[in-house]
């Protein structure tokens, strides 16, 4: 039931998205060190599950988790909504995530994903987060991982957070916003550099 439109690609970097960015220094000092951006697409619903595993824990966590959920399942709808409470807790996944990735895997059974690709930003958001377990952060996960979004700033995530605050002095959610509007409209692309920032052990980075 994969929507055709949204088949696994890649992003790659835009030339004009790295023009706009280094005009910032700091984010110039980024891209000198981490090289132009890019990433894999992936399978809507395996974007999703993803996500929804990646709620509230470190990456290496979900990481951790992911892969077994893969291992035992993978990935399949059919098998994970047949997945009881306790086989999900024993891979790792908590009795409330258990229950949202089996909600999704039946709304995406039925329909749920399609068409996805051909809305707008705004419009994924809304049909993504009328399911229940997909809040914003999951939802804007998905606008960068599923659908190759250019323009995406999740205000919620932990190491754009992170990254404004160490990079920018960026604190609190006005300034953080205001830290988005310079990069738009390529901010997914920003984003890639903050989470190669913080990956990276989190160095501070002068501005040139």
């Keep these: 039931m994969t ?9 790659t970097a835009d030339p004009a998205a790295l023009a706009h960015l280094q ?29 929804i595993v990646g709620q509230l824990i470190s990456g290496a966590a979900a990481r951790a988790v992911y892969g077994r959920l893969q291992a035992a399942t993978d990935l ?7 997945c009881t409470t306790d086989d999900l ?14 909600e999704l895997s039946a709304a995406y059974l039925g329909g749920a994903l399609e068409g996805l690709a051909g809305g707008s930003d705004a419009d994924v958001l809304a049909r993504l987060t009328a399911l229940r377990g997909v809040g914003v952060w999951t939802a804007e ?24 605050e160490g990079l920018y002095g960026a604190f609190g959610v006005p300034a953080l916003s205001e830290l988005g509007a ?27």
């Design 3 to 11: 929507d055709p439109a949204t088949a696994p690609s890649t992003v």
């Design 23 to 51: 005009t910032d220094p700091t984010m110039a000092t980024l891209v000198a060190r981490f090289g132009p951006y890019g990433w894999r697409l992936g399978e809507p619903y395996r974007v999703l599950v993803r996500a």
């Design 76 to 82: 399949d709808p059919e098998r994970l909504l047949t």
């Design 89 to 102: 807790l024993a891979l790792g996944v908590p009795r409330r995530k258990g229950e949202y990735l089996r």
């Design 141 to 164: 996960m998905f606008l960068i991982f599923a659908l190759g979004r250019p323009d995406v700033w999740p205000l919620k995530d932990m190491g754009v957070v992170r990254a404004g």
């Design 182 to 208: 310079r990069f738009a409209p390529y901010r997914s692309a920003a984003v890639w550099y903050l989470w190669r920032w913080i990956e990276a052990g989190g160095l501070k980075v002068a501005p040139k």
